[in-house]
């Protein structure tokens, strides 16, 4: 058995550092780094060295170590093909409003891009035609209907912004729409106010086509809360020949259901007229 072994435990050497000297003499009690190499005192084989197992001698952090060392089988995290980064790169667009840039999901209004349009020009200049056809807007009972309406009125006016260079005027399309379809009056009058003021200064006309009864009521009602040279420029148009009257008509897109809705509107007016010529015609008779 080893000398250091005592009832069966293993006790380590404990070795006495001997006194250095600075000095390069050779004096009692000191001894020098040639002395320290050739001194045969030390017994290497006799100290006490951590094993390969042991954790004696580990470094220890306060970093956090991770619960497993697991490999996250391929396929949990999803990778793109080119094809899938430029789908998604064009689902979304900038759009500047004011000083600002707002991002706009372009999938999920793009059923309702339509709802706002060029006309073309009127007079002389750049004043431009702007169609505003409501039946393109999305229905109040989609669960998404907040989120469409909040990327659609970003759409409306940064499209606005980019059309409009100098004096405008708005076409707004109310015929064929429902009453899920109808934008509030909240979410028309942000529309108003976020625009930039050149824009709503130079806005000329609103013409209201195919005006409904609730339209004309909520304006009236509303009158008295808006500027009164901004109710000047409202005007109702009560089919598309009078519309035609007005502005030109070459590059201005009617939606098909609102051409079916006015040729409705007509045949309607017209059978009202004959009756009222018809009975004023037997008046006539009767008398005679």
């Given amino acids: 058995p080893s000398p250091l072994e005592i009832n ?12 250095l000297s600075l000095t390069l003499d050779r004096s009692d009690g000191s001894i020098l780094s040639e002395d320290l190499d050739e001194s045969g005192d030390l017994d290497l084989d006799d100290l006490d060295t951590p ?22 089988p391929k396929g949990s995290i999803p990778e793109y093909t080119a094809a899938e ?6 689902r979304w ?17 793009e059923p309702y891009k339509k ?8 007079g002389d200049g750049l004043n431009a035609i702007i169609v505003f056809a409501v039946c393109f807007m999305p229905e109040s009972n989609q669960p998404n209907y907040r989120y469409l309406m909040d990327n659609l009125f970003k759409y409306v006016i940064g499209t606005l912004e980019m059309l409009v260079a100098e004096n405008y005027m708005i076409v707004y ?11 509030s009056l909240g979410w028309l009058r942000k529309c108003y106010q976020q625009i930039d003021r050149r824009l709503r200064k130079n806005l000329k006309s609103l013409i209201i086509v195919h005006p409904s009864w609730f339209i004309r009521t909520l304006l009236a009602i509303t009158k008295p809360f808006i500027s009164s040279k901004f109710s000047q420029k409202i005007k109702y148009v009560f089919s598309l020949a009078e519309l035609a009257d007005l502005i030109p ?20 007016k017209n059978k009202r007229v004959d009756k009222d010529l018809n009975k004023k015609s037997e008046d006539q008779v009767s008398e005679q």
């Fill in 85 to 90: 980064e430029k789908e998604e790169s064009r």
């Fill in 173 to 183: 399309l109310n015929g064929a729409t429902t009453r899920r379809k109808m934008p």
């Fill in 249 to 268: 008509m070459e590059y201005v897109s009617i939606p098909e259901c609102i051409k079916q809705y006015d040729e409705g509107k007509c045949k309607t």
């Fill in 93 to 109: 667009r900038m759009f500047r409003i004011g000083e600002q840039d707002h991002r706009v999901d372009m999938s999920a209004i």
């Fill in 115 to 122: 709802v706002i349009s060029h006309g073309g020009y009127y």
């Fill in 51 to 72: 094993s390969e197992n042991s954790n004696e001698f580990e470094w220890e952090d306060d970093l956090p170590k991770p619960k497993t060392t697991e490999v996250l």
């Fill in 8 to 19: 069966g435990s293993k006790k380590k050497k404990k070795l006495l550092a001997p006194n």
